[in-house]
């Protein structure tokens, strides 16, 4: 097999993760658009000072219920502005997210919840929350983000010491857990990845230091629909690591509607999306007039598939 490797165009220090970004913009531009959000027929602007203070606010809210540094939190949902909220509250609370995909059926929400040993679930609306009701003793709080979670979490909250926020961001070190990523489970019982906030900053630094990171420029916007549970979609909503970019988030934005419209693209689809969306802008922009495309030659057979069986355990206690 042949191998190839590049030396990164970045480094990432031991004390770095990728909630401290968010406080970073707060302090540096704190009037800087991060994101725009639906709200009735419109869209609302949410500045890197807002967004600080509603995700001190939820983490402070998290820390109330009972969750500790190190401890697991489930989140599903569709993709929508919330999701990124949550997102870094779990983190800045010193916690790491358990994404599980708004399509999951209830016995893979509930061996999820059994091998992460999550603490705390976040749901989107009441038909998710129907899937916890086997959850396992572990999991002391199912909170539902169309039931107001956001305000009722800030509000139980407002009497958590800010000095207790502070400890917590402060021992969040690199190589700390950031999030457990389930597999599909098409093959089995999915399966969780460790993911490090190193493990984002890599990807997110490499995407910017990448070719299809210049887009990421002043005034630009990114519209997000990808599920946030992938990987890909998060480190490209994550790009906090340069003060560079505005984004869109919400579930139903025509013409790309996949989510509202029930469509939920699959995790092996979603990078091609990505890539063929970017090659083919690329190749308009280099060659105005359409040529025809050489003969490719035949694509290889795949390996076979391995018969080993991997742990399913994620991380152990």
């Known amino acids: 097999m042949s191998e190839y490797s590049a030396k990164a165009q970045f480094t990432i220090s031991d004390n770095e993760s990728v909630v401290h970004t968010v406080f970073t913009h707060a302090e540096r531009t704190p009037d800087l658009t991060v994101f725009s959000r639906p709200k009735g027929e419109g869209w609302v602007d949410v500045t890197a000072k807002e967004f600080a203070e509603q995700v001190t606010g939820v983490a402070n809210g998290l820390i109330a219920a009972g969750v500790q540094a190190g401890d697991r939190v ?56 129907q899937l916890f009701q086997d959850a396992p003793s572990t999991l002391k709080a199912v909170m539902q983000i169309d039931d107001g979670a956001v305000e009722k979490l800030t509000a139980q909250g407002a009497d958590v010491d800010d000095t207790e926020l502070k400890k917590r961001l402060a021992g969040i070190k690199a190589d700390d857990l950031a999030s457990l990523v389930y597999t599909s489970g098409t093959t089995g019982r999915p399966k969780g990845c460790i993911l490090t906030h190193r493990n984002f900053l890599s990807e997110v630094r490499g995407i910017l230091t990448a070719s299809i990171g210049k887009v990421a420029v002043p005034g630009n916007r990114v519209l997000t629909f990808l599920p946030l549970a992938h990987v890909l979609a998060r480190a490209v909503s994550s790009r906090r690591s340069k003060l560079v970019r505005r984004r869109r988030t919400g579930p139903t934005l025509p013409p790309l509607q996949l989510n509202s419209s029930g469509i939920s693209p699959t995790p092996s689809s979603v990078f091609r999306v990505y890539s063929k969306k970017f090659v083919t802008a690329q190749h308009a922009r280099r060659n105005p007039v359409e040529r025809s495309p050489a003969r490719s030659s035949p694509s290889p057979k795949p390996p076979p598939r391995s018969t080993a069986k991997p742990s399913t355990r994620a991380v152990p206690r």
């Open 74 to 129: 489930a989140l599903l949902s569709a993709t929508r502005y919330e999701w990124t909220l949550f997102d870094f509250a779990i983190w800045a609370a010193g916690a790491a997210t358990v994404p599980i995909y708004d399509s999951s059926s209830q016995g893979q929400v509930s061996w999820i919840l059994e091998d992460s040993e999550a603490v705390v679930a976040i749901v989107e609306t009441g038909a998710h929350e």
